[in-house]
């Protein structure tokens, strides 16, 4: 749930970024505390849970409850340096005993969303409550048990403070997860700027649009990008991927978990980073090399003064603008290159690869032809 809008880049001389915790820590944590509460009457606080990994945070109350016959903690989600939508959250879980036998039974209640499509890990009309957080709980429950001797049959409701309003910021509603947030975390650690839940949120677009029997799926660099390939494809929303700078993680996601045909939508100077093999295309990560570009200019005939110009140009904006008034079609090249790198990050998967090139304005500057089956059609070639 990283916003990259938030992002800086920190020096080696500077301090580590501190790292956080997961929803699923916090919401594991705050189980515990209420669980103890309901058996024994008394709250823990600080609270301590054990991760997959062998970490053993401790976490402080933030809201503690007693009703008629559950009890309720609460915890402050601290993200570490991470710009997580998240940080800050208050995460809830209120924790009663169910029939006998019923084992422990998960819950979303307000700020928590439902799922309503399939293709997530979490089956269709379950909270969003993700697998290992699950099992994070209900270790917790049967830790309990064991100590304090109750049968494990336990209700637990989560709940995120504001969690619908938080949602609206995320990608929930494009992968069918209904009124609020998803509580998540593989490890329950939030690693500062991985932005793994945004990698995270990509791979569960591929899997709904998989599961729903889609065979065209779109990852656009932003939303003017977005907006020009749903012009060109009438592909339903969750086919839509929030793709961002992350189309190495999409494409090597989608690697493994074929989608027959991709579109990848964006501005120039990131495809044109694309086309340079990156697989980042954030501008702190990865920069528009003048000079390759230079040369792909004096391949396809411009003049030996736009090459010049190219090599010292500021901007590939200034660049493109360049060798437009030159009449020198640069895009398509460069969406021709882009196609086979992400062909080449798809090695020999069952995926058709097209690009679509659009200005800062929304014009539509360049688009290819398809690749066939992993294999790019001769360059220059469009559609």
Same mark, same amino acid.
């Given at each position: 749930?990283?916003?990259?809008?938030?992002?800086?880049?920190?020096?080696?001389?500077?301090?580590?970024?501190?790292?956080?915790?997961?929803?699923? &820590?916090?919401?594991?944590?705050? *189980?515990?505390?209420?669980? *103890?509460?309901?058996?024994?009457?008394?709250?823990?606080?600080?609270?301590?849970?054990?991760?997959?990994?062998?970490?053993?945070?401790?976490?402080?109350?933030?809201?503690?409850?007693?009703?008629?016959?559950?009890?309720? !903690?609460?915890? =402050?989600?601290? &993200?570490?340096?991470?710009?997580?939508?998240?940080?800050? !959250?208050? =995460?809830?879980?209120?924790?009663?005993?169910?029939?006998?036998?019923?084992?422990?039974?998960?819950? !979303?209640?307000?700020?928590?969303?439902?799922?309503?499509?399939?293709?997530?890990?979490?089956?269709?009309?379950?909270?969003? =409550?993700?697998?290992?957080?699950?099992?994070?709980?209900?270790?917790?429950?049967? @830790?309990?048990?064991?100590?304090?001797?109750?049968?494990?049959?336990?209700?637990?409701?989560? $709940?995120?403070?504001?969690?619908?309003?938080?949602?609206?910021?995320?990608?929930?509603?494009?992968?069918?997860?209904?009124?609020?947030?998803?509580?998540?975390?593989?490890?329950?650690?939030?690693?500062?700027?991985?932005?793994?839940?945004?990698?995270? $949120?990509?791979?569960?677009?591929?899997?709904?649009?998989?599961?729903?029997?889609?065979?065209?799926?779109?990852?656009?660099?932003?939303?003017?990008? @977005?907006?020009?390939?749903?012009?060109?494809?009438?592909?339903?929303?969750?086919?839509?991927?929030?793709?961002?700078?992350?189309?190495?993680?999409?494409?090597?996601?989608?690697?493994?978990?074929?989608?027959?045909?991709?579109?990848?939508?964006?501005?120039?100077?990131?495809?044109?980073?694309?086309?340079?093999?990156?697989?980042?295309?954030?501008?702190?990560?990865?920069?528009?090399?003048?000079?390759?570009?230079? @040369?792909?200019?004096?391949? =396809?005939?411009?003049?030996?003064?736009?090459?010049?110009?190219?090599?010292?140009?500021?901007?590939?904006?200034?660049?493109?603008?360049?060798?437009? *008034?030159?009449?020198?079609?640069?895009?398509?090249?460069?969406?021709?290159?882009?196609?086979?790198? !992400?062909?080449?990050?798809?090695?020999?998967?069952?995926?058709?690869?097209?690009?679509?090139?659009?200005?800062?304005?929304?014009?539509?500057?360049?688009?290819?032809?398809?690749?066939?089956?992993?294999?790019?059609?001769?360059?220059?070639?469009?559609?």
């Amino acid at each position: 749930m990283c916003s990259m809008s938030n992002y800086s880049e920190k020096s080696e001389k500077e301090a580590p970024l501190r790292r956080g915790w997961t929803t699923g &820590a916090c919401a594991t944590a705050a *189980t515990k505390a209420a669980l *103890t509460a309901l058996v024994t009457d008394s709250f823990l606080d600080p609270v301590g849970i054990t991760l997959p990994k062998g970490h053993a945070p401790h976490f402080a109350l933030a809201h503690e409850m007693r009703g008629d016959g559950y009890c309720e !903690a609460g915890i =402050i989600k601290d &993200a570490g340096d991470d710009p997580d939508v998240t940080h800050g !959250a208050l =995460i809830l879980s209120r924790v009663s005993f169910g029939p006998p036998g019923s084992g422990v039974c998960f819950r !979303a209640g307000p700020g928590v969303g439902m799922v309503t499509r399939p293709g997530l890990p979490i089956p269709v009309g379950e909270a969003a =409550i993700n697998p290992v957080p699950r099992q994070l709980m209900q270790d917790v429950v049967r @830790e309990l048990a064991t100590i304090h001797g109750f049968a494990g049959d336990v209700v637990i409701e989560i $709940s995120v403070r504001n969690g619908d309003k938080l949602a609206r910021k995320t990608w929930n509603p494009r992968l069918g997860i209904v009124g609020g947030l998803s509580i998540l975390g593989t490890t329950g650690i939030v690693v500062p700027f991985s932005c793994s839940a945004w990698i995270h $949120s990509i791979q569960r677009g591929v899997d709904v649009a998989i599961a729903e029997g889609q065979s065209h799926v779109a990852g656009c660099t932003g939303s003017t990008s @977005e907006k020009v390939v749903r012009g060109l494809y009438d592909l339903p929303d969750f086919c839509m991927l929030d793709m961002g700078d992350f189309v190495g993680g999409m494409l090597k996601y989608i690697r493994q978990h074929p989608v027959p045909r991709v579109t990848i939508g964006g501005g120039f100077a990131k495809l044109c980073k694309l086309a340079q093999g990156h697989m980042d295309l954030h501008s702190g990560r990865s920069q528009v090399d003048f000079d390759w570009v230079a @040369e792909q200019l004096a391949g =396809i005939g411009a003049s030996a003064a736009l090459v010049e110009r190219a090599r010292k140009a500021n901007t590939a904006l200034a660049l493109l603008e360049d060798a437009k *008034t030159e009449g020198v079609d640069i895009a398509t090249h460069i969406a021709n290159l882009a196609r086979d790198a !992400a062909v080449s990050i798809l090695r020999d998967a069952a995926v058709s690869v097209d690009i679509i090139v659009v200005s800062r304005q929304g014009d539509l500057l360049a688009r290819t032809e398809p690749s066939v089956l992993g294999k790019a059609p001769s360059a220059g070639d469009t559609q």
